[in-house]
């Protein structure tokens, strides 16, 4: 049985998460393809062109200029051809509003930008290793806040 390759994309408008981020995923052992954006209004326009490859699972940072992860997080909820998009809101606020307000609004995971690259490799590994149906089938609080 062949191998696929994970489409994963990461909206953050900080040049070295997505270089860290970037560095973390290509040493994890699965074959992905890593599309990064440097703000939401980026993401959302490549997510709405007629042939794009949709990721299987986007990271969404929430502080972003031009469109926020909220807004975006929102759009694609909106929107019949992405709403079942995985989305992990990748951010490093670890504000109860943050977490509640991503959480109603239908994000899948919420991940806090971890302090060090093995952090955020171990996490980017665990989080690409979910059984996805069941983690959305069984979505509540508990499991919706990532803690490594």
Known sequence: MPLHTMN????????DDRMLFKEAIEEIKIKTNLLLFKN??????????????LPQIIFLDLNMPIKNGMQCLNEIRNNPCLKDLMVAIYSTSSSESDIEETF????????????????????????????????????????????I
Do not use: C
């Open 40 to 53: 939401g209004q980026e993401l959302m326009d490549y997510l709405i062109l007629p042939k794009a490859v």
């Open 104 to 147: 109603i609004s239908g994000a899948n995971i919420y991940i806090n930008k971890p302090n060090s690259f093995g952090g955020l490799k171990n996490a980017i590994d665990k989080v690409l290793h979910l059984n996805w149906q069941y983690h959305t089938s069984a979505l509540n609080r508990d499991n919706f806040l990532f803690r």
């Open 8 to 15: 994963i994309a990461l909206a953050d408008d900080d040049e």
